[in-house]
Nanobody, 123 residues
């Protein structure tokens, strides 16, 4: 089982970036994004149920980020808009067979993690 995250990079404040996370080896029920900035704890960003498409977002990204999926490609996307320097972090994708809606934001809900992709937003 492998989660391959990509799409990170350097962008100016106010800009946009799209991250991708491709799963291989099995099909998951839920995929999500977390991020970790230097010196800070890992933070929930967004999650999506691959069947049905229910989503959840962290408070700091609501209205700016959108998570979507392509079930045929076993890939989840994170469209990030109106980026701020505070969004600078390593972004990790995670996956699990099933997660109840109330637990989407909990790290412990996820069994598999990708390697992370760096997003840097300059002011």
């Amino acid at each position: 089982v492998q989660l391959q995250a990509s799409g990170g990079g350097l962008v100016q404040a106010g800009g946009s970036l799209r991250l991708s996370c491709a799963a291989s080896g099995r099909t998951f029920g839920v995929m999500s994004w977390f991020r970790q900035a230097p010196g800070k704890e890992r933070e929930f960003v967004a999650a999506i149920r691959l069947r049905g498409g229910a989503t959840g977002y962290g408070d700091s990204v609501k209205g700016r980020f959108t998570i979507s999926r392509d079930n045929a490609k076993k890939t989840v996307y994170l469209q990030m808009g109106t980026l701020e320097p505070e969004d600078t972090a390593v972004y990790y994708c995670a996956a699990a067979p099933y997660v109840i809606l109330s637990a989407l934001s909990s790290e412990s809900s996820y069994d598999y993690w990708g390697q992370g992709t760096q997003v840097t937003v300059s002011s």
